[in-house]
């Protein structure tokens, strides 16, 4: 069950409205590292939990992220102050309006579709979107993303830092920045304090092929690092990568009822494609004659693209 | 610059078509975790990546996701291919085909829409999105998500593992499982091997902040662990959790200029509510004396919901 | 700020597990019209209000629908709780946990990627996205869509108790309709607390278009009521609903310069159609003379559709 | 069945291009109030409705509403004229092109993939999707949903003339504008027209929680109005609020048959967490004794965000 | 099986960074007609195809648009390569990065949530979604849609290339324009290769219905061609527009069983609407006597809608 | 401007209800390639046309696409009769309703949600999304895109066609699969009635690169086809695939000024990767000595995936 208290959980002075950077904001409020997405990884993790150490942790920061919504929607609502009420009592000259709101498409959004409040998109507008909500029912799995939750978090919040020269602003999201670090802090102990983690799950892997790197991208560039080299490690390279790693033939195949092979062949045979016949296209039938294009059915003489774009431009307009 | 052989990077062998398991399948072609999601993690990574060791590695393991990518697309070919071609050929009665693709939404998109090919739509029929995907362009984040995704994906392929018989759909399953392991190992070695990577990014936190746990879910359930307890933390708990961290009065405000405030008082007179009035609504208006409701304008006299089913069962055709 | 008690705001006793209705409750949990979308149209609402009534109201609702978010969300857990610990345990033949969780693409997906928690998706597995959040920053747009949208939820929960036999869900469904209903009279309150609520805004109509009815559907069903007749109503009828209610030649310009003019006419003449020619096009390349198609380019005899699905099936295999 | 004619509902003038005005009016295009959500949205309750009259009336505004979306539409296709036709011919600089379109991410969209045609997104750049529709097949709901819309949709249209000072578009605003609330008027008209509408649907709420209200949010702002006072109303406040409101204990159970109970118990064993540990983390591992951090393994000396900022910005470079 | 070699297709020279350019070029790495839609067009495509020589042109070009990505995510990655490192040092003051990132909502988040990496958003920002794959498994619909998408391709390059005046990238897009026209003609001589391959699929059409032209947009504008007129086709016009054209009534109707039929009845009497009622409605209670309206119900005197806004604006504010 | 006429276009006769394969047609009315995405890419083309003949054929073609919507959306409603008054009045004991609409997560949110009217979703339950729409502004690529959507509704309907034996609906999915060969006609005439429409736009392509094709897949399946051979082709294949095609070397590089350049450089530093350390990971610290999985660190013994499976399932219940 949940309660509320008006006072929010860190004290925001703004200094001045500022309708663009309140859209930047709404990275946290609606945007995929948000403090909504936040919320909602650690709630339906804690609902679904059974051991009882993890279950409060996930509540206790679930319910966090919540107040933490509460603060970066009220700096939002702060920052679209003036331009909300200018807006609904159509209150500047029309030119003015404009101006403030269309700096860029998410905040015409922000300001035509929800009137300046605080909405639950990114700042390029999209909407706030469950599939950012990666739990999966398997605490070493869910652990480790919400590790990797508050570590990215934190980035987006140093990103806005940095941009933000308002220092109330800067100081709450300094706030809101370091109470990820100690998320993170939490999530950390509450993985290690299970203790056979690794490999997440409990199926262990096939030994044959946990320890094998493969060299699939090759070339100048080529690295050895603890990822693939030492002891831990063997190696695969060179023409071996492409080869199939079980040792078969590399084909997929499917055993068919006789039905079904008769069918899968009429089928075949219907939508064949003959290699041997050069038939006439749409595209030869479509390939005129037009300025800038040869007659033999190549793209024209256009050297290189300066070229293409000149002859373009000088195209004369057919009657 | 890519390549393609056209072997696979395992060997497939399906005993017999099933399009619904073809369906489940589909969970890691086109799933949150699924393979698509992986290479494109790593290959955006890769692409913005300046650390030369870091970079291939993305690009090595992005490459080889690709492939899988292609292992678990052939098994969705292999196991849909009877009903493809039945489907495109009209060679089943129309009963039976509806009866074989009819077995979940998804199955049927699957066949109508996609006509049995392998769909980059997840085990429910929903469209892959790049919303899946976390790079976010700082190393010691972006690591951690890997980290944390392969280990989602490992899970994932056990679950499959688990409710497959098919000795060879297994087998294949098996190893792409086991290569999400490998994979895990190789980010966590990369993350280690920069050496200062807690917290992430450069900005450190504030340390008033950093160190709190805030009890803010309690009752019946509270528990200690390494998470919120020992040296590392300082506990905030019962009625402090309700006060602002930072001292102060948990509002929020924003420097007005004098037109911004005239406008934004004379909008909230305009839409202001009158708290005395006891003002006649729609839903008075709409509360008619049907059956099981009362006249006195509260919702009828049912004691449970069991009454009211039974009440509402019972309700008379109106004439 | 929002705290967090561990019990729930309704106790909640589940018979026995059945992961199928499981995925059937998701439509309150991560659906459009469930309790997250209800919480966060009213949090978002709250966050950018003045009024102090009608903010106090707003984050009271939001603050108990998140309560429900956990009750629902809790149904979806004990439902679950069977399949999802056979699945992590490997516990149950692969043969049985298949047909357990294929009932439907959606009960796929709970168990396979979310291994059975309770997940933001919709009863067909579409992810909760703040698409339906119709929060707009007008109180008096915004109370209506909040009375439509306590209006739909408690048909949600009607349909939902009219699908269960479990008594302890069935009486919490029932608490969580009552629930509904109770808000809607809320807001209906606060709607008509606010003096001159409609037309929503500030800008008046224009009195000419005010009481127009368009008859815009015509033929038999034509019918009159109180929303197209009486004096409230100038009806627009038969053929002058086609005519353009300005009174004006109903086309479309727009005033470009000369440049712009001569740009466009170069890219009408590039691009013009040729209206007297009679092409060979790539449709009439690829109408071959296949089986159950006339050489005369058109379509074949068949007379209807079911010869033609016969023909069909007929036809030979090509070679 | 549909007819067009090629006359608009109402004539456009438009004075000059301007496509950073067009991308704002695809809010009312492709927007989530836009003209095919009204349409789709009484179309689709049209078809599914057996009241004759209803049916009539959601047919009647559904078809004008098509000939509102294509007013609108218009207006777009007339402020991107010339930017159109510029693009397509190469007809200006690549300088000036750039920075007319790249005014904003939804401009360069609109050009780059829209080649200026009007197309379904929001003015944000969002394409239209069909979450936006809340039609539900009860008629007391979906026309309480069809009166929220217009009155949404209604602010939207006042917004865009409060911006707009071309009074050709302003006046074909107006238009679509009071149109919308002739429809609200409509809708009233007919939801008032069913005797019983609230509350909606069949089965009537639990008595003994319709009448309640959860003073939810508490602390200074608390308000009293006619929605949570007076003889309507049952105040639950204070500590009351965190208790159950069936008296219950607040739990969630499930009964689970003996081979769930004992795989739920495996389960629980194997993941279980030791809260008596204190344990190494990898974020132990990785807070390095970097610049800015002390070794104690706390977040550093940073008194406060600003000192924070600044010590990020002189942290040496590593070598 | 996938290979990678570290050298792209096309090498790339950008002669400075340009983060608001990148945002546009993102138009073609994770756009509707970008490099990944296309890869993953073909890929899905070559997996379920079992014709050899399709298969094999389908991989091919697949792998070489994967290729195609990873030139324009290198010039994303090019452009924004400033702009990333200075957010993440924290090097630039804050108003000089605001101003950087701020031009528009899809470069904040480019800046803010990724970092400056190449992610996969189109240039309004909205994440790459499987909805853009239109594979369908059926060769001649198939390479049809192929056909499209190369010529959509081609075009978005083309005006990429018409806003950029950077000659190291207006030369690699012209690279991978052209590619995309060799990829069509492939396609083209595909499908032409098939010998019979229009109408798609297997089953003809019905005679009846194949060559009527249906005039159903009348008025002012109607034209003949060869899409409506010659001995192919017969033109319904008029009128007969408004027939259904299987010479029937035009009904919808099902044939119920007497229990479906009886609660059907019961339904629609329960939701009857009283066409001759004159309800007061919510509109009614909410038209209050304020500014602008006047008191017959209507909406005012405004002449139009300058008037209106005038008096808007003077509306006074109450008290 | 529309006009709707309350008869459909085709007569629908439904034997009887089947909310089942109601949600199979969904995938016409609400899906990718069904009527309301053609009926919207046809009308947001028409109305930014300016060639006369094409804008009158695409508005021809979008409103008769409109009346097919309804007919299709029509025979939705009919098959979902039944249940949806079933579902309204509580007709139906829980179980047996429960039973009829749980067949898949669709026919759930079908009747849960829409309550059995007719959903812009498709057969799996997703919402349609303006995705679908690819009109381009660019009628050479529209026209192609049309003809390809023609074709793939055509597939669509053939496959309905085929899994329905309700002879009044198989009739009327006869007729709107006809009208999309005849539609594809008009565009395919229309497309040719453009002289020179390839390839699509203004630019031709650059010589050097237009006529060669990359076998990128190579190995056993290599084919020879007219869409790689012949004199219209110059082959790149072994190992000159890996080659850059520009004869450059393939590397991407941006010119930075020197402030980028040092804070470039200061990034790198920052977050370099040790190549060298064999640093202890989370994954040493997690992998425990736990069942199957033996000390050394790797994976274990088992020797492919059966036997994994096998020791999992066996694995003792830690105490």
Redesign the interface.
């Known amino acids: 069950?949940?309660?509320?208290?008006?006072?929010?959980?860190?004290?925001?002075?703004?200094?001045?409205?500022n309708p663009?950077?309140a859209?930047?904001m709404l990275?946290q409020f609606?945007?995929?590292?948000g403090e909504?997405a936040a919320a909602?990884r650690y709630?339906?993790?804690g609902?679904?939990e059974?051991?009882?150490?993890?279950?409060?942790?996930l509540?206790?920061?679930?319910?966090?992220e919540?107040?933490h919504?509460?603060v970066i929607?009220?700096?939002?609502?702060?920052?679209?102050?003036?331009v909300?009420?200018?807006?609904?009592?159509?209150?500047m000259?029309?030119?003015e309006?404009?101006r403030e709101?269309?700096?860029?498409?998410?905040?015409?959004?922000e300001?035509?579709?929800?009137?300046?409040?605080?909405?639950?998109?990114?700042?390029?507008?999209?909407?706030?979107?469950?599939?950012?909500?990666?739990?999966?029912?398997?605490?070493?799995?869910d652990l480790?993303?919400n590790?990797?939750a508050e570590?990215?978090a934190?980035?987006?919040y140093?990103?806005?830092?940095?941009?933000?020269?308002d220092?109330g602003i800067?100081?709450a999201?300094?706030?809101l920045?370091?109470?990820e670090?100690?998320h993170?802090?939490?999530?950390?102990?509450?993985?290690?304090?299970?203790?056979?983690?690794?490999?997440?799950?409990?199926?262990?892997?096939?030994?044959?092929?946990?320890?094998?790197?493969?060299?699939?991208?090759?070339?100048?560039?080529?690295?050895?690092?603890?990822?693939?080299s030492?002891e831990?490690w063997d190696l695969i390279d060179g023409a071996d990568?492409?080869?199939?790693?079980?040792g078969?033939?590399?084909?997929?195949?499917?055993?068919?009822?006789s039905?079904?092979r008769r069918?899968?062949?009429?089928?075949?045979?219907?939508?064949?494609?003959?290699?041997s016949?050069?038939?006439?296209?749409?595209?030869?039938?479509?390939?005129?004659?037009?300025a800038?294009?040869t007659s033999e059915?190549?793209?024209?003489?256009?050297?290189?693209?300066?070229d293409?774009?000149k002859?373009?431009?000088e195209?004369p307009?057919?009657?």
């Open positions: 069950m949940f309660m509320h208290n008006k006072r929010l959980q860190y004290t925001v002075r703004v200094a001045e409205p663009r950077l859209t930047m990275e609606g945007g995929a590292d909504l909602m709630f339906t993790q609902l679904g059974d051991d009882p150490g993890r279950k409060d942790l509540l206790d920061i679930a319910t966090e919540l107040s919504l509460e929607g009220s700096i939002v609502a702060m920052l679209n102050k003036g909300k009420a200018s807006l609904a009592e159509g209150a000259a029309e030119a309006l404009y709101i269309g700096a860029s498409g998410v905040s015409a959004k300001a035509l579709l929800f009137g300046g409040g605080p909405a639950l998109i990114d700042s390029a507008g999209t909407p706030w979107t469950a599939a950012y909500v990666d739990s999966r029912s398997e605490p070493t799995a480790r993303s590790i990797a570590s990215r934190k980035i987006v140093e990103r806005l830092i940095n941009i933000t020269d220092p800067k100081e999201l300094g706030f920045m370091t109470r670090i100690a993170q802090k939490s999530f950390e102990k509450a993985l290690y304090a299970i203790e056979d983690n690794f490999p997440s799950g409990k199926l262990p892997g096939v030994a044959a092929y946990a320890s094998a790197y493969v060299n699939a991208s090759q070339g100048a560039g080529d690295m050895a690092g603890p990822w693939n030492g831990q990568v492409a080869k199939p790693m079980d078969g033939d590399g084909t997929a195949t499917v055993g068919l009822g039905d079904d069918v899968a062949e009429a089928m075949k045979a219907r939508t064949m494609s003959d290699p016949a050069n038939p006439t296209t749409g595209a030869d039938l479509g390939a005129g004659p037009g800038g294009r059915g190549d793209l024209g003489g256009a050297a290189d693209i300066k293409a774009v002859m373009a431009r195209m307009v057919p009657n």
